[in-house]
């Protein structure tokens, strides 16, 4: 869609209101709003102002001037607004140099695409993640000096079964996987969903319940190329919130809110393209991999810790990479086998279907900088062919300890990450795609604001253990 022909779809549409959006260096969308008749031709030009100093992560107060650019192609009628209502999501420029912005996330996956293609090794990646979350009756949390606490609640729950309103139709932990109705309660919510990511342009392909008990649900979409699957779960999560608010549920995306149950995951499947044919598979490799894909792996493992700073970015991200629980904690890759970091799915046998899947991301990480990053990775494995470990096809979490002792492992904390992707960042600068201010702005933000904001407080089950010591 050229600026000319996003006129007309809001002339055509009869739109009231353009709702301006852009996303913070941390995965958050941000936006504001302006009358239809104030959004013309020139605005794709010369941009909309706003305050870049109140915005975690960007400027100072004294440079605080930012510039918005509407992306004409990204537009779309939001179906939630009670007035007619188009989004269009935005680049960010300098206002005085007009140069693109270093910390724009959008500009991180747009260089990365560029790179990619300078590089001659390919001319597309395509990623298809797969990010799942809770849907929840209930959800509070406070954090006071004097206290603190968090309570979540479902109908399906299974500490639900003794309610006194409880008909018996509950899950047993870890027992959510595609049960039908009456104990899958949210068909309808997630049918909704698809309805709606559907009329906006997302192309989705199934949906269903997953694993944990109370309400963990997944919604898969197509594949698509980098920019545009970033851009497309942008829209997924706010459709995903918005259906559940409509609902009387919240919708989170935390990927470990419940103790002894599952967490929510973002697998991330990834290909390499070039001239429009795949480059992953060759019939004669380990589980029809081609010599590219097994570097692209090793570039992924290779660099998992650091990786892991954008792919698996909360404190919170560390409480679902434990054993158990299906995480995929082993740094290993393997074809069909979950426990693995990294597995091969072996569902086709398409040339076209040969892709990887990196299953330590999880639906908290900014998908600009984390499918990003995790591209920069594997094109490091190939440009230096890095080998991966030798594939294991055994269940990682039942192998003796002795085996299991050499097998490395994710780390296991935020912090960790942090410290690996200030020691390890080299493949990510590249090409100017990431940029040593937006790294060192990233790490110092996560580590004051969330893993030493944790590590200050006392946690509730401390005062179980050491109450009446």
């Not at 055994?394 to 050499?406: F, G, M, S």
Request: hydrophobic share 40%.
């Amino acid at each position: 869609m050229t600026p000319r022909e996003a006129l007309h779809f809001v002339n055509e549409n009869k739109v009231q209101f353009i709702d301006i959006r852009f996303t913070d260096l941390f995965g958050m969308w941000h936006h504001f709003t302006i009358p239809a008749t104030h959004f013309t031709e020139d605005r794709f030009e010369e941009g909309l102002a706003f305050d870049g100093s109140s915005i975690r992560g960007f400027q100072a107060i004294n440079e605080s001037d930012m510039l918005l650019v509407p992306d004409a192609a990204t537009m779309f009628l939001d179906p939630f607004s009670e007035y007619t209502t188009a989004v269009v999501v935005c680049d960010i420029e300098d206002p005085i140099t007009r140069e693109r912005y270093s910390r724009d996330p959008r500009y991180v996956a747009k260089k990365g695409e560029a790179y990619l293609k300078s590089t001659g090794i390919a001319d597309t990646a395509f990623f298809g993640p797969e990010a799942e979350f809770f849907l929840f009756d209930k959800l509070r949390y406070d954090n006071q000096a004097k206290g603190a606490y968090f309570e979540v609640d479902s109908e399906e729950a299974f500490w639900n079964s003794g309610a006194e309103s409880s008909l018996g139709y509950t899950m047993r932990p870890k027992g959510g996987y595609f049960p039908c109705s009456p104990n899958d309660k949210l068909q309808d919510v997630r049918n909704d969903m698809v309805l709606k990511l559907m009329e906006i342009g997302v192309d989705t392909e199934m949906h269903h319940h997953e694993v944990a008990a109370a309400g963990q649900c997944e919604i898969d979409v197509k594949f698509n190329t980098l920019l545009y699957m970033a851009d497309t779960l942008q829209k997924y999560k706010y459709v995903i919130k918005n259906t559940a608010a409509q609902y009387g549920l919240c919708a989170t995306f935390m990927p470990k809110p419940i103790f002894g149950d599952n967490g929510s995951g973002m697998h991330v499947h990834q290909s390499l393209w070039k001239n429009g044919e795949p480059l992953f598979y060759d019939e004669a490799g380990y589980a029809g991999l081609s010599d590219m894909a097994r570097w692209y792996i090793g570039g992924l493992l290779k660099h998992a810790a650091s990786l892991l700073a954008f792919c698996a970015p909360s404190t919170n991200s560390y409480r679902r990479l434990v054993p158990g629980y299906e995480a995929p904690i082993n740094l290993m890759y393997s074809s069909r086998n979950r426990s693995a970091c990294i597995r091969i799915p072996m569902v086709s046998k398409s040339p076209k279907a040969k892709r990887v899947e990196f299953r330590a991301p999880d639906p908290t990480a900014n998908p600009y900088l984390a499918f990003t990053a995790c591209m920069m990775a594997g094109l490091d494995g190939v440009q230096n062919r890095i080998e991966p470990p030798t594939p294991i096809d055994k269940d990682l979490y039942e192998l003796p300890a002795e085996e299991k002792a050499d097998i490395p492992q994710t780390p296991g904390s935020l912090r960790e990450t942090l410290i690996a992707l200030a020691d390890d960042h080299d493949y990510l600068l590249k090409g100017d795609v990431f940029t040593p201010d937006l790294i060192e702005t990233y790490i110092e933000y996560k580590l004051l604001n969330e893993c030493d904001a944790v590590d200050l407080r006392p946690h509730p089950y401390e005062f179980f253990l050491y109450a009446d010591a």
